[in-house]
């Protein structure tokens, strides 16, 4: 570095154009490399080149900054502390396309740490620029331009706010359709980024009139478009359910379901947690969920998913849905899902967060659930704060309907009731005395523990006459 560093003031251009390129490859390598170059005093030199030098040279010393900024909010700040920014977005306001975008780059680099060094960027007034840059015929240019608005709006409502002040959610719509994938990725994480703060922002994404036309992007070939237009959907509909229900109108929630189907591993997870997000506001918009066969995708999902944060949002999914009504809950059980929950519950590997998700899911469809059949499996596996929830559903449903009274003795549910260890006074007992009291006294006694012992004691202390 010590030996690149004269090489930058050199007197032919070219060598001082390797040089910063060398700088830059060097700093974009690793962290000490970059704190080198920060040590090294090299960055006031390189940002003083980027107001005199030629276009080439701008465009090398805009990637030293970047290769610096991009590792950590230390190395970003440095950068800023150098007065990068005032010539980076100078440099923004070039006529060559390259440097605007090496600028951009850069300055979206800085931005995406954290809240701090957006609002910097933002003061040295690169937004107007950046949002004049996603205009630009550049396919390139536009790309970057739009990853650093979404870096710029990720960090909080204020920042997505000065974004969409200077109008850039016009621009960005009107990119939804372009025939580049790497644009699409980012235009949708943009939006996603602005629209996940507030309803407002939200509801001025929606009004750009952006739907139906984003579904297509659902089956675009490329999985990251795909997975950011889901998320856009996400941030939208977690707000209110008259967003939900604005993109379920639009045939959203059929698409996501398909989209589900589609795809694998971690670009389902935003696509499950928008059906648990629209599924969460109101028991209609659950129903979309459900009449759109959202719950045997689910289902598949849990199934297939070995990464543990995706089982967790797939359990907290059918908590939202199975909450609602006993129809709802039904719709839950009948996917067989309460066994493969309460086995995620009870597995010691799973992680915290899943056993938690899990166990909420279980106990807010219990106490709606008053389809029999798929309660009877939880009575021989449940512990007993899940037992108490699917022992009350016995008691509620078993005394007004005599076809369950009886398949609940052949199916050796009742015999299973008997065998529970409950305390005296207990919500359980209370349960346990409901079932019992729907059923005449010798059959309890038949099915209950120690009964054929008693039997067989009293034959042989029968005496024939």
């Given at each position: 570095?010590?030996l690149?560093?004269?090489?930058?003031?050199?007197?032919?251009?070219t060598i001082?154009?390797?040089?910063a390129?060398a700088?830059?490859?060097?700093?974009?390598?690793?962290?000490d490399?970059?704190?080198a170059?920060v040590?090294?005093?090299?960055?006031?030199?390189?940002?003083?080149?980027?107001?005199?030098?030629?276009?080439?040279?701008k465009?090398?010393a805009a990637?030293?900054?970047?290769a610096?900024?991009?590792?950590?909010?230390?190395l970003?700040?440095?950068?800023?502390?150098?007065?990068?920014?005032d010539a980076?977005?100078?440099?923004?306001?070039?006529?060559?396309?390259?440097?605007?975008?090496?600028?951009?780059?850069?300055l979206?680099y800085?931005?995406?740490?954290?809240?701090?060094?957006?609002?910097?960027?933002?003061?040295?007034?690169?937004?107007p620029?950046?949002?004049?840059?996603?205009q630009?015929p550049?396919?390139a240019?536009?790309?970057?331009?739009?990853?650093?608005?979404?870096?710029?709006?990720?960090?909080?409502p204020?920042?997505?706010?000065?974004?969409?002040?200077?109008g850039?959610?016009?621009h960005?719509?009107q990119?939804?359709l372009?025939?580049?994938?790497?644009?699409?990725?980012?235009?949708?994480?943009?939006?996603?980024?602005?629209s996940?703060?507030?309803?407002?922002l939200?509801?001025?994404?929606?009004?750009?009139?952006?739907?139906?036309?984003v579904?297509?992007?659902?089956?675009?070939?490329?999985?990251?478009?795909r997975?950011?237009?889901?998320?856009?959907?996400?941030?939208?509909?977690?707000?209110?359910p008259e967003?939900?229900?604005?993109?379920?109108?639009?045939?959203?929630?059929?698409?996501v379901?398909?989209?589900?189907?589609?795809?694998?591993?971690?670009?389902?997870?935003?696509?499950?947690?928008?059906?648990?997000y629209?599924?969460?506001?109101?028991?209609?918009?659950?129903?979309?969920?459900i009449?759109?066969?959202?719950?045997?995708?689910?289902?598949?999902?849990?199934?297939?998913?070995?990464?543990?944060?995706?089982?967790?949002?797939?359990?907290?999914?059918?908590?939202?849905?199975?909450?609602?009504?006993?129809?709802?809950a039904?719709?839950?059980?009948?996917?067989?899902?309460?066994?493969s929950?309460?086995?995620?519950?009870?597995?010691?590997?799973?992680?915290?967060d899943?056993?938690?998700?899990?166990?909420k899911?279980l106990?807010?469809?219990?106490?709606?659930?008053?389809?029999?059949?798929?309660?009877?499996?939880?009575?021989?596996e449940a512990?007993?704060?899940?037992l108490k929830?699917v022992?009350c559903?016995f008691?509620k449903?078993?005394?007004?309907?005599s076809?369950?009274?009886?398949?609940?003795?052949?199916?050796?549910?009742?015999?299973?009731?008997?065998?529970i260890?409950a305390d005296p006074?207990?919500?359980?007992?209370?349960y346990?005395?409901?079932?019992?009291s729907?059923?005449?006294?010798?059959?309890?006694?038949?099915?209950?523990?120690?009964y054929?012992?008693?039997?067989?004691?009293?034959?042989?202390?029968?005496?024939?006459?």
């Amino acid at each position: 570095m010590s030996l690149l560093r004269p090489l930058l003031l050199d007197v032919v251009p070219t060598i001082q154009q390797t040089a910063a390129l060398a700088l830059g490859r060097l700093a974009s390598y690793n962290e000490d490399l970059a704190e080198a170059v920060v040590k090294g005093d090299i960055l006031p030199q390189l940002i003083y080149s980027l107001a005199e030098q030629n276009r080439f040279y701008k465009k090398a010393a805009a990637f030293v900054l970047r290769a610096v900024a991009k590792h950590s909010p230390a190395l970003a700040q440095a950068v800023v502390d150098c007065g990068a920014l005032d010539a980076l977005v100078i440099s923004l306001e070039e006529f060559d396309p390259d440097v605007k975008e090496a600028a951009a780059w850069a300055l979206g680099y800085i931005a995406r740490h954290n809240a701090n060094l957006s609002q910097a960027v933002v003061d040295a007034g690169a937004v107007p620029l950046l949002v004049l840059c996603i205009q630009e015929p550049e396919v390139a240019l536009k790309r970057i331009a739009a990853s650093a608005l979404s870096d710029i709006a990720k960090h909080s409502p204020e920042l997505a706010q000065t974004v969409v002040d200077t109008g850039a959610i016009a621009h960005l719509a009107q990119m939804i359709l372009n025939p580049d994938a790497k644009l699409k990725r980012q235009v949708f994480s943009a939006l996603s980024q602005i629209s996940k703060h507030s309803v407002d922002l939200a509801e001025m994404v929606v009004e750009a009139e952006i739907f139906p036309a984003v579904l297509a992007c659902l089956r675009d070939p490329n999985e990251y478009v795909r997975k950011n237009v889901t998320t856009l959907m996400r941030e939208i509909t977690k707000h209110t359910p008259e967003l939900s229900q604005m993109i379920v109108n639009t045939g959203g929630v059929a698409a996501v379901i398909d989209y589900l189907g589609d795809s694998h591993g971690n670009v389902r997870l935003p696509g499950i947690m928008m059906l648990g997000y629209v599924a969460a506001h109101s028991e209609n918009l659950a129903m979309a969920v459900i009449v759109s066969k959202g719950v045997p995708q689910l289902a598949i999902c849990l199934s297939e998913e070995p990464e543990e944060h995706i089982k967790a949002a797939t359990a907290w999914a059918f908590g939202q849905i199975g909450r609602h009504t006993p129809e709802h809950a039904r719709a839950v059980a009948t996917a067989n899902v309460l066994p493969s929950l309460l086995a995620l519950y009870m597995d010691t590997d799973s992680s915290e967060d899943l056993q938690v998700k899990a166990k909420k899911a279980l106990k807010s469809i219990l106490p709606k659930c008053n389809y029999l059949p798929a309660l009877e499996p939880l009575l021989y596996e449940a512990p007993s704060n899940i037992l108490k929830h699917v022992i009350c559903q016995f008691s509620k449903v078993l005394p007004h309907d005599s076809k369950a009274r009886r398949l609940f003795v052949t199916s050796g549910g009742l015999k299973k009731v008997q065998e529970i260890k409950a305390d005296p006074g207990s919500a359980l007992q209370e349960y346990i005395n409901t079932i019992n009291s729907c059923y005449p006294e010798e059959i309890v006694r038949y099915y209950s523990p120690g009964y054929s012992e008693a039997l067989l004691e009293r034959v042989e202390k029968y005496q024939p006459v």
